[in-house]
């Protein structure tokens, strides 16, 4: 497989334009009539006597990439898909498509030693598996932050989403696309990516999502009516209340006409609220429901996509900021609420670098940090994390929790791209900053080192040292330095793999160089023969540590908003903000992470010791890949850990009585999380069937996705697993 005719024509197009000729200029010096130069450029024409003529006039005409482009598309892919010939990663890919023909023709011959074949088919999977990770440009930037931290504007600087200025406009703040202001303003996550045209392309909330949101609005506006409460809210004697966040809110009274409205009174303003003259005007709680639902005319909200027309005579990105306002309000009759939103803007990033970039504006966190949609993003592989925070606060309250609950729950390092911290600062916050003497900064960027130096210590005392710090002022300093360092996120995450696939080279290398070398071979079987005994010596995991709902009853104790919670009782505990099945799931990964952590140092000290024996020298590689498959297999173990705890209790849980309980707590006085975690807690107790059941399955996950991969290398006879046979595509 080669380079498609589309990638041969978008890369002689673009070698020409950076070369600032014509297509007549080529024409005149490739002997290839201009209309076929033309047609070559579009993808139309795929002779490669003519496509070889075009690429030699573009390296006479001084391109210094058509010559390398020409051998580049002679290359065959049969192992890796062809990368695209910009990728910065290519050398690497093109030696592992080398290197992975050799392993096939190593492999075809059926007389080598098992051990040296288990460690090449070793290899050769994590070579596929590295190269595609690397062929790929698509990479995602998700911001997330508090509330109110000003994540939305800061990306919106940083990506150059902003509204050209009009010759009036001074305040270069109010020309960002994404709708801004003091916390509560976006209705959902936010992606901003590549596409055809401008446009806006939605995922409403589903039928039930959308009615269960206007019940617990109503159920707070009927409880303010029909109690002692008259003011339209209602609470618990102790001033807390409950309802729903406020842009949420702001959707469901525009969707519904029901808008609060200021009046003047005997010439004082006075706020009209006709959803409360609603729920006055109804019987019961069920009706003031329908009313409402009614109002909404949820059948007509079926668009999904919106597209800018030319003919409005607005600037695309004017017309994109005035769209995403009404969608994120529910100002537009035909759209329903979003669960997520899709900005489209043609050539996206595109003038960043080669990557292929969605920008992601989580929603932000006001009270539980650890979502399940946040752990989606942290998870993936493909995906940098900016963490946003007030430059007072830095790091920040969520990117803090967050930063601790990657370190207690996966297995990911924090310090190889994944995450960075921006802090973003307001006027005058970074010059008020002092040194160790005492003495104040003299400028921003003085500032912002007094800073950092205080970040990266405070993190540092909390086994989070590496995490970089970025700071932004968007209405004084540059994007370009901050994106650039964004960006230099993910080529460290892609750079980190593409060493990794040249260790995978050399070793190999070096085992095909050896192969017909006894002692090399007798030092591998003697490798094998170690770790199984090693394997068999220490098989089981160790001892549980804590039950998987216990961090799911302290997060409920300490959540911070009793409304939050309320919600999470109303739909039987998977409510966005605080979703408790994801909380167990967690919570097990956790216990999962710290039972493991003894077996695999002592892995680590076992291999150590076959490293140091001289005996073993030549074997030095497979010991080191040995150690590397280890750790590949414990972030797999932990995330079906997870995975396993969530299916074990969600059905069980999710289909209590014990929901319908707990929300009968609230109006009961002071107290509410307490009594509802003392509920749930009771509920647990009182379920250990699905304690023990889900230790049997941590059980076969451990020997599943641990051990047996390791005495797949170590015995001969060994079965393939699930998980060796998946890597292997079989």
Request: aromatic share 6%.
């Amino acid at each position: 497989m080669s380079p498609s005719a589309t990638q041969t024509s978008n890369v002689i197009a673009r070698l020409r334009s950076e070369l600032g000729v014509t297509q007549g200029s080529i024409a005149q010096s490739s002997g290839v009539d201009q209309s076929r130069i033309s047609r070559i450029e579009k993808g139309e024409v795929v002779a490669p006597a003519e496509i070889e003529r075009v690429l030699d006039a573009l390296t006479d005409l001084g391109s210094e990439h058509a010559g390398e482009y020409k051998k580049f598309a002679t290359r065959e892919w049969n192992h890796v898909e062809p990368p695209s010939f910009w990728n910065a990663q290519r050398s690497y890919l093109e030696q592992a498509e080398e290197t992975l023909e050799v392993i096939a023709d190593f492999l075809a011959d059926e007389g080598h030693p098992w051990p040296l074949r288990r460690q090449m088919e070793r290899r050769r999977d994590d070579l596929v598996k590295a190269s595609s990770f690397l062929t790929r440009l698509s990479h995602n930037v998700a911001f997330i932050g508090d509330i109110g931290v000003g994540k939305s504007t800061a990306l919106s600087f940083l990506f150059d989403l902003l509204v050209p200025p009009s010759p009036t406009e001074k305040v270069a703040i109010n020309r960002v696309v994404l709708e801004t202001g003091a916390g509560g303003t976006t209705i959902c996550e936010v992606h901003v990516k590549r596409g055809p045209e401008f446009g806006i392309s939605l995922l409403p909330m589903s039928d039930g999502e959308l009615r269960q949101l206007v019940d617990d609005l109503c159920a707070a506006k009927w409880q303010a009516v029909s109690g002692s409460h008259k003011d339209g809210v209602t609470g618990n004697g102790t001033g807390e209340s409950v309802g729903v966040s406020r842009e949420a809110e702001r959707a469901v009274r525009n969707m519904s006409g029901l808008v609060r409205r200021r009046e003047i009174v005997e010439g004082k303003p006075v706020w009209h609220d006709p959803l409360i003259d609603v729920a006055r005007a109804c019987s019961s709680e069920d009706e003031f429901r329908a009313r409402v639902l009614d109002l909404m005319q949820l059948p007509e909200r079926t668009q999904r996509e919106l597209w800018y027309d030319s003919a409005t005579r607005k600037n695309p990105m004017e017309w994109v900021a005035e769209t995403f306002r009404m969608v994120n309000n529910g100002r537009l009759k035909e759209v329903s609420l979003p669960r997520s939103i899709d900005l489209l803007v043609p050539d996206f990033g595109r003038s960043f670098g080669e990557f292929e970039i969605t920008v992601i504006d989580t929603k932000g966190v006001d009270d539980v940090a650890v979502r399940e949609d946040l752990d989606l993003r942290l998870r993936d592989p493909r995906t940098t994390i900016v963490f946003c925070s007030r430059f007072n606060d830095a790091p920040g309250t969520s990117a803090r929790a967050l930063l601790q609950h990657m370190r207690q729950t996966f297995s990911e390092r924090v310090d190889t791209g994944k995450v960075s911290i921006l802090a973003l600062p307001r006027a005058g916050e970074a010059r008020a900053m002092k040194d160790d003497m005492g003495e104040q900064a003299l400028t921003d960027s003085e500032g912002y080192a007094f800073k950092s130096l205080q970040v990266t210590g405070e993190l540092a005392s909390d086994d989070l040292a590496g995490v970089p710090m970025l700071f932004f002022n968007v209405e004084a300093d540059e994007p370009i330095e901050v994106r650039d360092a964004i960006f230099g996120q993910l080529s460290r995450m892609r750079q980190t793999v593409a060493e990794r696939l040249l260790d995978l080279c050399a070793a190999v290398e070096e085992l095909i160089e050896n192969s017909e070398v006894q002692a090399l071979n007798a030092a591998i079987e003697e490798v094998a023969s170690k770790l199984n005994s090693f394997l068999q010596e220490h098989r089981r995991i160790g001892a549980r540590e804590r039950l998987a709902h216990t961090d799911a009853i302290s997060t409920i104790r300490n959540v911070r908003y009793a409304s939050t919670l309320w919600a999470a009782t109303r739909r039987n505990g998977e409510y966005s903000g605080l979703n408790v099945v994801h909380q167990i799931g967690v919570g097990a990964a956790r216990d999962g992470r710290a039972r493991c952590a003894r077996w695999f140092n002592s892995l680590d000290d076992f291999l150590v010791v076959l490293k140091s024996d001289p005996g073993l020298a030549l074997a030095e590689k497979t010991i080191e890949q040995i150690r590397q498959s280890a750790a590949a297999t414990k972030a797999t173990f932990l995330d079906n850990v997870q995975r396993a705890a969530m299916e074990v209790y969600h059905g069980p849980l999710t289909n209590s009585q014990v929901w319908s309980q707990a929300a009968s707590e609230w109006g009961q006085g002071a107290g509410f999380k307490g009594r509802v975690a003392d509920r749930l807690e009771a509920w647990f107790n009182g379920s250990a069937e699905l304690k023990d059941r889900l230790e049997e399955i941590v059980g076969v996950l451990w020997d599943t996705h641990v051990i047996s991969p390791l005495l797949h290398l170590s015995e001969e006879n060994a079965p393939e697993t699930p998980v060796t046979q998946a890597i292997a595509g079989k």
